[in-house]
């Protein structure tokens, strides 16, 4: 018998009422009720508000600066910045004697006597080519077909990317598309300039 009691799986289960109902309802515990409903429906009228008709975005930051930036020396097979001019339909487009694209490299420091940051030597013309004609990273080929692009050489010299606005140092990169031809001081190159028709 103890045996078949335990194997029982049909068992039925019961519990107690109070006055043939199965909870202790008191008025109490109705205007607790109440005051949870209310509170509930103020709770979302308040701040369902904002969200349906998109006002007073709550929006929580937070900022991360590291106590001290590192420098990383480029190379080839460290970075690879590719870049290409395309419509919105992602065609190449032929820029040729139009545009004059320049990467510039920018190396900044903070001047001990000012505490701002201040060009510490002249900035860089970078050169560039076809990736297909660049020495890239292992991987790189496998993300993407780069034979359309243009890449950054930086196996020509030594650079240092790094920093920030808010730090010692920044060493940065920048595109510049320019309608006339410059130097390597970035000096315009007079005559150079394509027609405004074809910009």
């Given at each position: 018998?103890?045996i078949g009691l335990l194997v029982w799986i049909f068992g039925n289960i019961f519990n107690f009422?109070?006055?043939?109902?199965?909870?202790?309802?008191?008025?109490?515990?109705?205007?607790?009720?109440?005051?949870?409903?209310?509170?509930?429906?103020?709770?979302?009228?308040?701040?369902?508000?904002?969200?349906?008709?998109?006002?007073?975005?709550k929006v929580l930051a937070q900022k991360r600066v590291p106590a001290n930036y590192s420098k990383?020396?480029?190379?080839?097979?460290?970075?690879?910045?590719?870049?290409?001019?395309?419509?919105?339909?992602?065609?190449?487009?032929?820029?040729?004697?139009?545009?004059?694209?320049?990467?510039?490299?920018?190396?900044?420091?903070?001047?001990?006597?000012?505490?701002?940051?201040?060009?510490?030597?002249?900035?860089?013309?970078?050169?560039?080519?076809?990736?297909?004609?660049?020495?890239?990273?292992?991987?790189?080929?496998?993300?993407?077909?780069?034979?359309?692009?243009?890449?950054?050489?930086?196996?020509?010299?030594?650079?240092?990317?790094?920093?920030?606005?808010?730090?010692?140092?920044?060493?940065?990169?920048?595109?510049?598309?320019?309608?006339?031809?410059?130097?390597?001081?970035?000096?315009?190159?007079?005559?150079?300039?394509?027609?405004?028709?074809?910009?």
């Amino acid at each position: 018998m103890k045996i078949g009691l335990l194997v029982w799986i049909f068992g039925n289960i019961f519990n107690f009422t109070i006055n043939k109902q199965p909870k202790f309802k008191t008025i109490l515990g109705a205007v607790f009720s109440l005051i949870t409903l209310l509170v509930i429906i103020l709770g979302i009228v308040i701040f369902g508000r904002d969200f349906y008709k998109r006002k007073n975005p709550k929006v929580l930051a937070q900022k991360r600066v590291p106590a001290n930036y590192s420098k990383v020396n480029l190379n080839n097979k460290v970075l690879t910045l590719s870049w290409r001019i395309e419509d919105s339909n992602g065609k190449e487009l032929d820029f040729s004697g139009i545009l004059f694209p320049q990467i510039i490299y920018n190396a900044m420091a903070v001047d001990p006597k000012t505490k701002n940051l201040d060009f510490i030597e002249p900035l860089k013309i970078l050169s560039y080519r076809r990736c297909n004609e660049t020495t890239n990273e292992p991987n790189f080929y496998q993300l993407k077909n780069h034979d359309n692009w243009y890449c950054v050489n930086f196996d020509v010299e030594s650079l240092l990317l790094g920093g920030y606005w808010d730090g010692d140092f920044n060493n940065y990169f920048s595109l510049q598309l320019n309608a006339c031809k410059h130097d390597q001081n970035d000096n315009k190159i007079e005559g150079s300039c394509a027609p405004f028709e074809k910009i």
